[in-house]
């Protein structure tokens, strides 16, 4: 079957991630209202800046209906500040926004010196290197047991996968290489299969 992917249109590069999910053969859209969430079997949320996004998901009511659309089992995959936004803890003090994944984050961690850099990650689940493109990038400083780690870079975890969330660092919809959001629509994809199966009471 077909996936449809949908990116958070609030802020960031929403574009971007069209094309990269398009690529992949799936379709996408850009969500800007909560009953689009409806139609999708997968959902993005973009880089920017996560206080902003935080605020403006409250304002249209997108908090409660992506936590309950991640607990209809649906995907979701947080880049960049989209991985603040999922995360269950801020380090400094910010109130978490989704708090739907077990792991604390730091915002821009890399610092003013290596504000924006592109290097080459191994990340589990993928055949090839990456190319990612880290811009002001907050990291993962730590997991809890359900999480996995699918990619380190200079000791930083900046991948990472709890069950049917993904999220990273980098901005993986600023190259021409679509494989993490190819990952991520195979993710998408089981799970659609898995909910199928479920209704038919297989």
Do not use: W
Not at 104 to 126: C, I, K, M, P, Y
Not at 175 to 187: E, G, I, K, P, Q
């Amino acid at each position: 079957m077909t996936v449809k992917i949908g990116v958070l249109a609030l802020q960031g590069a929403v574009a971007e991630h069209i094309r990269s999910v398009q690529r992949t053969g799936a379709e996408a859209s850009p969500v800007k209202r909560v009953e689009q969430l409806e139609e999708l079997h997968g959902l993005i949320i973009p880089g920017g800046e996560s206080t902003t996004i935080g605020k403006l998901m409250r304002k249209y009511g997108f908090i409660e209906a992506i936590r309950q659309f991640a607990a209809d089992g649906k995907p979701i995959f947080g880049t960049c500040a989209g991985l603040i936004v999922l995360a269950q803890r801020i380090d400094g003090g910010e109130e978490p926004h989704l708090g739907l994944m077990d792991m604390t984050v730091v915002r821009n961690a890399f610092g003013r010196q290596r504000e924006s850099f592109e290097t080459d990650l191994e990340v589990a689940g993928l055949d090839r290197p990456l190319r990612a493109v880290f811009i002001r990038a907050p990291l993962i400083k730590e997991v809890g047991p359900g999480v996995e780690v699918l990619s380190v870079y200079n000791g930083e975890i900046v991948a990472a996968r709890q069950n049917r969330l993904l999220a990273c660092s980098f901005h993986p919809e600023l190259t021409d290489d679509s494989a993490l959001h190819a990952y991520f629509v195979a993710m998408a994809e089981e799970a659609a299969a898995e909910k199928s199966v479920n209704q038919r009471g297989v």
